[in-house]
């Protein structure tokens, strides 16, 4: 079953080949194509895909010769014929005309090393012959008939080193031209391995390099008859021509008389891989070790060319006996090829295939009733297709390989070559079989971590391989000599075995997959603490791989109870670490392995999948961070998700006022938080409690703020009040008291200034008529702030505060300017006279005198108030003097009643004399003013009479402004700007320009002009007035005619508009 799985016999017979009369001999296939040679001397060659296409060329005429050796190129394009008279015949797939290798005449050619990196189709360039009598000579072939004559062909023919027995094979092993591995400039070097029926030789040397450079030289006839002789290979033998013992190779005591030498070459590599020698005693196999060719050191000592060096590039090196199958007979092979994992050998009478990797026999199978009963002649590779063809006498089929590598997987998995295994396996379940295997491995050994990465690959379940790294967890506590965080708790044993067979029979393939696992060493107890004394690392790697291959699932509960795992064993491994790094005697790589472990558990918990999954669960996790009581974390871990409420509350819990308040400052969001806290903060951190009320604006209600406004302290309480007003517009009352309150209680000297100025600020104009019938009667300022209070709760006036707490306070503590102001604004200025003289403020009262709202009988009242207090209660004349300067309402007489009789006039000289000099004064200013009033007059009447008399000049050819006739034919009327009108263009034009009221006063006037010719005079006056008073184009009415419309309403415009759409 399984070796049909990799080798499948496939019949190809050509109809068309001349059987039975004649046979074939040697088949070489290229490129699909094959080369047959028969025994009538014949090429055929024939397409594998086409099977119509066959070309037949004539080899030779002489009927007693026959083909010794047919070679092709990889490419399929030049063909070598060794015949058995010692004739050799080269010619090319297109040329299709044999020519004679004249050089080469009575020998027999049993080997060719092409030219692997040929690209020209008529010549071979530098090419490798091996004859039957051990010599090897570097040749080069061409087709071309420039330069030769029609029956040569050899443009280099060399001999370079004779060996002991015929060359059975031949390989060159170099980098192509052009290499990146090869350095421009650098020697090349390259190896030929030559084999003999009972050696194996290798030859390694530098290549010709001024041939390197000039490869297409070659093909030039101009360049040969120069004298340039093209060559690669001599200064590879050279070192060895003269001396052969200083060649490396390999010899076999016991020899068929003949052997096979094959490589393989894989498709997109440079050189070989790997080369196989069919000897009596067995196969010899080696892989390749290009690497030497361009080892620094080796081509360093190659620079003597006669030096040989005896390196080898065969690595691996290993001798496959041929196999033996049950009841077949033993036979000699004819012949082998070479693929990347199995040897072909052919019999006479069978096939056997043999893997490389375990020398295990994997295909055999009889051919003679595929190939008519004949017996086997040979097996070749298509290099380019990769198949393998046997032919015979009389026929010819393919060797089908199918899935080459099924097998090598499980073979490198045996060897416990995990990487290898990685690169073959072809399904999901043989990957996890390896990976499974491996993890295995590396736990056996003891290295936990590897096998923990790739346990969390496996489909291994979860709980099982969990459970596992635990024990290691366990263990690592309970032996660790770090035990200063609590009594290590009695041992339980655990016994487990952990092999587990997934039969995984009856695939679409048919192979069987059995998952082979290493049983791991369980068997023996060992203890466990109670107490997670040091998180396991494997553990947790294997968590986080686990975690992280989970990512493109859907398995959300499994993947929270990972991360919840995860994030426990880290808290548990910070906490353990912080109390080390707590010593004061803590090394430094205390400090640093916390940094890491810390940074670990943030990349956690912050990455995208997991904070998605935890978002549910953050409860769980502001849990453990508490239980472990790790500050830093909760908090990083609460500004990464935004808990900013949850972030107050820890700080607020540790004491931490001032960064509790840094969060409400940086996120208003969090205001509400404000309430519950803001009593606690008042007296820790007033400054930045007012601050984070004013960050956090209108989500603030600062009437739930009183309570704690009275803890601050005044400034700070104010200047949040004062943000309240000023940017909230608040209109609570009680916020405008508690500020009166505060601006009045304020302990210095700007206590009045600043309550004076909110009052001015808040304090309506009209608020004298709101209280008017309220304050009527009231004749004193008994009972004031009772009745104002009472009036506010009753009127509901729209002010912001109560103006008679407002007075009472200010009243209260001593702030007479507020007072004053108040009074004054309620139009009291009685009072607010009293009550700054109460106080001897003069220069107050005298403020609130000078007020603009007052009457001049109401000032002179109050002056006389002011007067007779600093006349009465002062007898002070020089006061008294000083009011009737400064006060115009107050005269001479007014002042002396209120003096005592015993004051002298002595005192009051220089103020009756200035008070009579402003009476002179005054007199002379109205005389003046009389004065100037008669000239005006006398002017004025000049001017009328010499208007009387006024004309204007009038062109002969005038015309009417209006209706462009002479001016002439009408009556008319002219206007100092130019323009003339006739009388009723005129009055056609101002009449639409009349008020309503005009323009009915002017038709009832036109109507009486017509019946009575008494009022004709009156009449025109009137007309005069209501129509010629201004130009009709440039004066008044013009100008005022500018901001109407020109249709008077919707009607007139929609007739006009189809006036113009319609003409």
């Known amino acids: 079953m399984a070796a049909r799985r990799v080798l499948e016999v496939t019949s190809a017979t050509f109809g068309c080949l001349p059987l039975p009369l004649a046979h074939i001999t040697h088949v070489v296939v290229c490129c699909n194509l094959v080369f047959a040679a028969t025994t009538s001397n014949k090429l055929v060659i024939a397409r594998v895909l086409d099977r119509s296409y066959v070309t037949e060329i004539e080899i030779t005429s002489h009927s007693d010769d026959r083909v010794h050796n047919l070679f092709v190129d990889p490419h399929g394009c030049h063909i070598i014929i060794s015949m058995q008279s010692g004739v050799n015949l080269y010619t090319t797939r297109k040329c299709k005309k044999l020519k004679q290798v004249q050089k080469a005449k009575d020998l027999l050619i049993d080997s060719v090393a092409w030219n692997q990196f040929n690209e020209s189709d008529t010549t071979t360039q530098e090419i490798l012959i091996g004859t039957n009598e051990g010599i090897i000579f570097e040749a080069m072939l061409s087709s071309s008939e420039e330069f030769l004559g029609s029956s040569s062909c050899t443009v280099l023919w060399k001999e370079l080193i004779r060996l002991d027995q015929s060359i059975t094979g031949l390989v060159v092993i170099r980098y192509p031209p052009g290499s990146a591995l090869v350095p421009v400039g650098e020697l090349q070097l390259c190896a030929v391995l030559a084999s003999t029926p009972g050696r194996l030789y290798q030859f390694f040397g530098r290549m010709q390099s001024s041939d390197l450079g000039s490869a297409c030289r070659y093909i030039s006839a101009t360049a040969l008859r120069e004298g340039y002789i093209p060559g690669f290979y001599a200064p590879v033998f050279a070192p060895y021509s003269q001396n052969l013992s200083g060649a490396k190779f390999i010899e076999f005591p016991v020899s068929y008389g003949y052997s096979d030498l094959k490589v393989f070459h894989k498709k997109g590599e440079e050189v070989p891989s790997q080369f196989a020698w069919m000897t009596a005693s067995g196969i010899y196999f080696c892989q390749l070790d290009p690497t030497r060719l361009i080892d620094s050191e080796v081509i360093s000592s190659a620079s003597d060319l006669m030096t040989p060096l005896r390196i080898s590039l065969a690595s691996h090196a290993k001798l496959i006996p041929y196999p033996t199958m049950a009841g077949e007979l033993a036979s000699l092979p004819l012949c082998i090829s070479l693929m990347e994992f199995h040897v072909v050998i052919a019999y006479a009478d069978r096939v056997k295939a043999v893997n490389l990797l375990d020398d295990q026999p994997v295909f055999s199978r009889s051919i003679r009733d595929v190939l008519g009963g004949t017996q086997l002649s040979g097996v070749c590779r298509d290099p380019e297709e990769d198949c393998l063809w046997l032919y015979s006498s009389t026929a010819l089929c393919q060797l089908t390989v199918d899935r080459e590598d099924w097998r090598i997987w499980r073979i490198h998995l045996d060897r416990q070559e995990f990487k290898e295994a990685r690169k073959y396996c072809k399904t999901s379940e043989q990957l996890d079989v390896i990976v499974s295997q491996e993890a295995e491995f590396y736990f056996a050994h003891g290295e936990y971590v590897k096998s923990a990465e790739l346990f969390a690959e496996t489909s291994t379940p979860f709980e099982e391989i969990a459970l596992r790294f635990s024990q290691i967890t366990a263990l690592s506590a309970a032996n660790d000599g770090d035990t200063e965080g609590g009594d290590v708790a009695a041992a339980i044993a655990l016994t487990e075995d952990y092999e587990v067979i997934d039969e995984q029979e009856g695939r679409s393939d048919g192979e069987e997959v059995k998952d082979s696992r290493i049983p791991t060493n369980t068997a023996s107890s060992f203890g466990m603490t109670f107490r997670l004394l040091t998180p396991c690392t494997p553990l947790k790697v294997f968590l986080r791989t686990k975690l992280k291959l989970l990512e493109g699932e859907t398995n959300d509960r499994l993947m929270t109870v990972i991360a919840l795992w995860l994030i426990e064993l880290l808290l548990g491994e910070i906490s353990l670490l912080e109390d080390k790094c707590a010593k004061p005697d803590a090394p430094s790589v205390r400090y640093e392995e916390l940094a890491s472990v810390r940074n670990e558990f943030r990349l956690l918990v912050t990455s995208s999948k997991v904070s998605k999954i935890l978002s549910k669960c953050k409860d769980v996790i502001y849990s453990l961070l508490s239980s472990h009581g790790n500050s830093d974390d909760f908090v990083f871990f609460a500004k990464t998700n935004g808990d900013y409420d949850r972030l107050i509350d820890h700080y607020m819990s ?236 107050l005269r001479l007489e007014d002042v002396f009643p209120l003096f005592p009789d015993f004051v002298t006039i002595d005192e009051f000289r220089e103020v009756i004399c200035e008070s009579l000099d402003a009476y002179n004064s005054q007199i002379e200013q109205l005389k003046a003013e009389m004065r100037s009033t008669v000239e005006s007059t006398n002017e004025i009447r000049t001017q009328l009479h010499e208007y009387k008399s006024h004309y204007e000049i009038i062109p002969e050819n005038a015309r009417c402004s209006h209706c462009l006739h002479s001016i002439s034919l009408r009556t008319f009327y002219v206007f100092p700007c130019g323009h003339f009108f006739h009388t009723d263009c005129l009055l056609n034009l101002v009449r639409p320009l009349l008020t309503p009221g005009d323009a009915a006063r002017l038709a009832e006037l036109c109507t009486k002009a017509e019946t009575d010719a008494t009022v004709i005079q009156l009449f025109r006056s009137q007309f005069d007035e209501l129509v010629a008073a201004d130009c009709a184009l440039c004066g008044k009415v013009a100008i005022d005619s500018v901001s109407r419309l020109y249709f008077s309403d919707a009607k007139e415009y929609e007739s006009e508009q189809k006036i113009w759409l319609t003409s």
Not at 693 to 699: E, F, P, Q, S, T
Not at 708 to 730: G, K, M, N
Not at 840 to 852: F, G
Not at 861 to 884: C, F, K, M, N, Y
């Open 654 to 889: 540790r004491g931490a006022y001032a960064e509790a308040l840094f969060v409400f400052t940086t996120h208003p969001s969090c205001a509400a938080k404000l309430y519950q806290y803001s009593a606690q903060l008042a007296s820790c951190e007033p400054k930045m409690l007012v601050d984070a009320w004013i960050c956090a604006g209108r989500r603030l209600c600062p009437c739930r703020l009183l309570s704690s406004l009275l803890l601050l302290l005044p400034d700070e309480a104010i200047r949040y009040l004062e943000f309240a007003l000023d940017q909230l517009q608040c209109q609570e009352q009680a916020i405008h008291h508690q500020l009166i309150h505060l601006y009045a209680s304020l302990p210095d000297s700007t206590a009045d200034t600043r309550l004076l100025t909110y009052l001015k600020k808040y304090t309506p104009s009209n608020l004298c008529g709101v209280f008017v019938e309220v304050l009527g009667g009231l004749g004193t300022t008994d009972n004031m702030s009772k009745t104002l209070s009472s009036a506010y709760t009753t009127l509901e006036p729209g002010l912001p505060y109560d103006p008679g707490f407002a007075i009472r306070t200010s009243m209260e503590k001593g702030c007479l300017r507020s007072t004053v102001f108040l009074l004054q604004s309620l139009g009291l200025f009685g009072q607010a006279i009293e009550e700054a003289l109460s106080k001897n403020d003069i220069a107050l009262a005298k403020e609130v005198v000078k007020s603009n709202i007052l009457g001049i009988d109401a000032q002179r009242a109050l002056w006389l108030r002011i007067a007779r207090h600093v006349v009465t209660d002062q007898s002070s004349p020089q006061e008294a003097t000083a009011l009737l300067q400064e006060s115009s309402l």
